[in-house]
């Protein structure tokens, strides 16, 4: 066989072997083995579920606590000024122009009856002289209403350097700058000695306060 048609044989037999390597199976495809499955898309994250907070319920405040009673009896006790009580004067002994001076409560509170009387005599200037010591504030007098305080007033006897008056003015001790209308009292004939007249402070009773 001539060079030539031998190598025309040869390439045709390549050519053919080709032809059937494409055509055929793999060698995987051959052994019946399984396609590999596309990996399953991966599902998304599931979305972690929120329980909703409650708003805070807001905190009441604490009422205001209630005011307790005092355990001191006279507290609410204040003064007794000339609104508080009435006013009256008694002649006691004419020789040494002595006057019976009397306060009652005519109100509906109780009220203290503090100190002296602040008495004044007629168109006079000044007032009477303290006699006496008062007691201090927390023994003051108590005066219920309807209840009377008592207080002996003196003109002293004529010593030719005082003068007569017809009647007098008073005003209580509050110990504050409360104004007050002065009650007046007639006391016909008093004689004022400008050295001996004098007032002593609040008692419970008649007796004592014209005998101090």
């Not at 390549?14 to 032809?19: G, I, K, P, Q, Y």
């Not at 995987?28 to 599902?43: H, V």
């Not at 007050?180 to 400008?194: D, F, N, R």
Request: charged fraction near 20%; aromatic fraction near 4%; hydrophobic fraction near 35%.
């Amino acid at each position: 066989m001539s060079t030539v048609r031998r190598t025309a044989v040869l390439l045709a037999s390549v050519s053919a072997l080709a032809a059937l390597t494409a055509c055929g199976p793999t060698g995987d495809d051959a052994a019946g083995g399984a396609t590999t499955p596309p990996a399953s898309p991966t599902k998304a994250a599931a979305t972690p579920s929120v329980t909703p907070t409650k708003a805070a319920t807001p905190t009441k405040p604490n009422p205001k606590p209630k005011p307790t009673a005092s355990t001191d009896p006279d507290y609410d006790v204040f003064p007794c000024s000339t609104f508080d009580v009435k006013f009256t004067a008694t002649l006691a002994d004419p020789t040494s122009s002595s006057y019976l001076l009397k306060v009652t409560n005519k109100g509906t509170k109780t009220c203290k009856v503090l100190g002296h009387p602040v008495v004044t005599f007629g168109d006079l200037d000044g007032h009477a002289t303290e006699r006496g010591k008062a007691p201090a504030i927390e023994d003051a007098i108590r005066l219920a209403p309807g209840e009377t305080a008592y207080a002996g007033l003196m003109g002293g006897a004529n010593d030719g350097k005082g003068k007569t008056v017809g009647s007098i003015a008073m005003t209580m001790s509050t110990e504050s700058d409360l104004k007050q209308t002065p009650l007046k009292a007639s006391t016909p004939g008093l004689y004022v000695s400008p050295d001996k007249n004098s007032v002593t402070a609040w008692m419970d009773n008649a007796e004592d306060a014209l005998s101090l």
